[in-house]
């Protein structure tokens, strides 16, 4: 049974670094056999369908093997299917729907975030900013975007991320990925 899912591939097209054309990143999945493949915004988002039975972290070693073939340098990758990308955006504990999309953000984990890392960050000094851990995600609000951050900054420290694969987006892009993972 084909599924669909999304990539969110980290730190592609950011200052000039690690370029990745969109339409070549179309080509690298079309290549690993997967179908229905598009891209989001320039920032390392896709959505394909597979009949892939390799499990997320396997759909994800492939992209990051096939993406280093073809540009030369290796960028760490995610994959989520539609069922999680949803959930995650339901449990959310912030009113997103009163939020600006630069507002509130995702913070995607390879696996559980360990709640010790964050144990030594005091929500109180970052207030109005504050994050909540999720299933594989932390929840980021920051009321002034996440650019200039003292929570952004303190939550992607190596204490708190190093050994995981983490990656952020906005909640526009959050929800977008939700509809485009959706079934047509």
């Given at each position: 049974?084909?599924?669909?899912?999304?990539?969110?591939?980290?730190?592609?097209?950011?200052?000039?670094?690690?370029?990745?054309p969109m339409?070549?990143?179309?080509?690298?999945?079309?290549?690993?056999?997967?179908?229905?493949v598009r891209t989001h915004l320039q920032s390392g988002n896709a959505v394909f369908t597979t009949?892939?039975?390799?499990?997320?972290?396997?759909?994800?070693?492939?992209?990051?093997?096939?993406?280093?073939?073809?540009?030369?340098f290796r960028v760490d990758c995610l994959v989520r299917d539609h069922a999680y990308l949803a959930a995650v955006a339901d449990?959310?504990?912030?009113?997103?729907?009163?939020?600006?999309?630069?507002?509130?953000?995702a913070v995607y984990y390879d696996r559980a975030p360990d709640p010790e890392r964050f144990a030594a960050l005091d929500p109180d000094a970052f207030r109005p900013e504050?994050?909540?851990l999720g299933d594989r995600v932390v929840y980021l609000h920051t009321p002034d975007g996440l650019g200039?951050?003292?929570?952004g900054t303190a939550?992607?420290?190596?204490?708190?991320?190093k050994g995981y694969v983490t990656t952020a987006r906005n909640w526009n892009t959050v929800r977008k990925l939700v509809e485009m993972t959706a079934a047509p």
């Open positions: 049974m084909p599924t669909t899912y999304a990539a969110l591939l980290r730190g592609i097209n950011v200052s000039g670094h690690h370029k990745v339409a070549e990143l179309r080509a690298v999945l079309e290549g690993l056999g997967h179908s229905g009949e892939e039975t390799t499990g997320e972290d396997g759909l994800a070693r492939a992209l990051e093997d096939a993406v280093e073939a073809r540009f030369g449990a959310c504990p912030f009113p997103a729907d009163a939020l600006e999309g630069k507002q509130l953000y504050e994050f909540a200039r951050s003292p929570l939550v992607s420290k190596p204490a708190v991320v």
